[in-house]
């Protein structure tokens, strides 16, 4: 049997360490399908229900491990599904490689059916973008377009047109007439050198040593530097602040730890923004302006991998470029002990009394069930090293401020694209990488609802991932911003009945349960992450809660005070529910 053109695709793949390809097959990728048959004792095919979630799975692949995420669409329809999920690794700057099919060459231009180009359509979303429109260019355009997804830290596309798909490999149809042949290259990528400039170390130092009330915002490009952002922290006697994609940074529970910063964030981590009088922002380049400090109020020192980045958000005084943990190495030995302890104490007493109040929130007393006891739940019953994978919207700040990072535990979620349905895809896919730790999927019902087909793959693939559904049978996020606004809600809340999820997940072969009492809440969550296989706990939760940002502006109190006064629907029930928030923390004080 000759060898495809699609087989030298599969190989290299595999040479670059890729071990998995999410996608559904087309008849515009026949032959890349051939390519994985022959081949799939070395790259598996892991068969989805929708592109989008192949594409989330590849991002979420990609955060986890560090490894280039796979996924693969066919022509026209299949390859415009993966947009969504390609964009979140644009954005978060995950390694990705997109690979799609195209009508054959001879029609292309016609108006062909399912015509798309994608290479037009990827142009934004892609750093590298290519037709591979004659055979001999493969591997080495896989080299290129892996090399760059790496370097750039975002999503490569290739597109292979039928006829080249299943030409045989290496042909030249055409005649060389440059003085050029094919390039021969090899699947390597080496890193660019991770320590900056001594001087700018030195600038760095000398300007944090100065620093009476430091602060650090530690962000995703942190992760892999726990120990040396603990050690900076240290030595500065600074509080960490952590982003919410760089929320597994440090321990929650460490005595540095100040939680986040803007909406979803924290009192504390809120005041030592307008406290501080020197920032080191590293490995993050935080969108919401509004929640740093106003230009000129802080000294800025920042660590970032890339350039552009590098004072984005607020003037910098000192940049540096290199990575988090090889900077972080470099510049320890050039700085001095913070003998006033002081700053670092009042932060630490601080952060116990929000503790303190964030508990109280948990209630297992609390009817309807209280979103807060149920992450609470989650985060008691899971292991020291499990993943939490986490959708947009109001569930993503139950996980913000009750879910713990002790240990090993991993927190992942869409950072700055922030859209719906991934948490799902995202534990499939961490799942496979990662087969001996426990994967949880903390979702709402909104996002679980657009992607819900993917725990039937999870049942198919024997994946024992878990899936706890926050169900207020809205979309809460929005309600609440609405009325930030001042304005009354509109449009965003699911009419009666509410959904039972978990008659879906007993459909599918899997553990399936609906929650509507406190009281059965713990042992169901329990016995779900016991569960020999994927589960599913379905909760229905009170949908009045409200997500309150850690510091209340006085604008914020006033709009909302003009959202019910202009005739907010279930008005009672909301002010009932923040009565009862606020008893329940002044009974714990």
Not at 406 to 420: I, P, Q, V
Request: charged content about 20%.
């Amino acid at each position: 049997m000759a060898t495809i053109a699609s087989e030298l695709l599969i190989e290299r793949l595999a040479e670059w360490g890729v071990d998995t390809v999410f996608g559904i097959p087309g008849d515009g990728i026949n032959g890349i399908m051939e390519g994985l048959r022959r081949h799939s004792d070395r790259v598996r095919f892991v068969l989805v229900h929708h592109e989008e979630a192949a594409a989330f799975m590849a991002a979420g692949h990609a955060k986890a491990t560090g490894r280039i995420g796979v996924c693969l669409a066919t022509s026209g329809p299949g390859g415009i599904h993966l947009l969504n999920g390609l964009y979140d690794a644009k954005l978060d700057h995950q390694p990705v490689l997109a690979i799609t099919g195209m009508q054959e060459t001879s029609v292309l231009g016609t108006g062909y059916q399912q015509e798309v180009h994608l290479q037009h359509l990827f142009a934004d979303v892609a750093e590298y973008n290519l037709v591979v429109d004659n055979p001999a260019q493969l591997p080495g355009v896989v080299d290129i377009a892996i090399r760059t997804a790496y370097a750039r830290r975002g999503v490569a596309h290739l597109t292979l047109p039928n006829d080249v798909q299943i030409a045989e490999a290496g042909a030249d149809p055409y005649p060389q007439v440059a003085p050029a042949r094919p390039p021969a290259t090899a699947p390597v990528y080496l890193s660019p050198p991770g320590v900056p400039r001594a001087e700018d170390l030195q600038a760095a130092a000398d300007v944090l040593n100065r620093a009476e009330r430091p602060a650090i915002l530690a962000g995703a490009g942190a992760l892999h530097a726990r120990a040396e952002v603990l050690a900076v922290a240290e030595t500065l006697g600074a509080p960490v602040i952590k982003t919410l994609p760089g929320k597994a940074v440090i321990p929650d529970d460490s005595p540095y730890a100040v939680g986040g910063i803007g909406l979803l964030g924290t009192r504390p981590g809120e005041e030592l923004v307008e406290d501080c009088d020197t920032l080191f922002m590293i490995g993050t380049n935080f969108p919401y302006t509004r929640h740093l400090p106003e230009p000129g109020a802080a000294r800025v020192v920042q660590l970032e991998a890339d350039p552009v980045r590098a004072g984005v958000r607020l003037p910098t005084e000192v940049p540096m470029i290199g990575d988090a943990k090889e900077g972080l190495r470099a510049l320890l030995p050039l700085l001095k002990h913070a003998g006033d302890r002081a700053h670092l104490a009042r932060y630490t007493e601080l952060m116990n009394a929000w503790r303190a109040d964030m508990r109280a929130l948990e209630s297992p007393r609390r009817s309807p069930i209280a979103p807060q006891y149920l992450i609470s739940c989650v985060d008691r019953a899971a292991t020291g090293d499990a993943i939490l994978t986490c959708d947009s919207g109001t569930i993503a700040t139950w996980a913000a401020r009750h879910w713990t990072i002790r240990g090993d535990r991993g927190f992942y979620l869409s950072g700055n694209l922030a859209t719906m349905a991934p948490g799902l895809p995202y534990a499939i896919a961490m799942q496979h990488a990662f087969p001996g730790r426990q994967v949880i999927a903390f979702v709402g019902d909104g996002g679980f609802a657009m992607l819900m087909a993917e725990f039937l793959t999870a049942v198919r693939y024997r994946l024992p991932i878990k899936v706890v559904i926050n169900n207020n049978n809205a979309l809460g996020q929005i309600l609440w911003e609405q009325m930030v606004l001042g304005y009354p809600e509109h449009g965003v809340r699911f009419a009666e009945p509410v959904a039972d999820f978990s008659a879906w997940a007993r459909s599918c072969g899997g553990f399936g349960r609906k929650v509507t009492e406190a009281g059965e809440l713990d042992e169901t969550v329990r016995a779900a992450l016991a569960h020999d296989g994927p589960a599913l706990v379905d909760v229905d939760v009170d949908p009045d809660e409200p997500p309150m940002p850690g510091k209340v502006s006085y604008e914020q109190a006033k709009k909302f005070a003009e959202a019910f006064l202009r005739g907010q629907p279930r008005r009672a029930s909301i002010a009932s529910t923040l009565f009862k928030d606020k008893i329940s923390q002044l009974r714990s004080g």
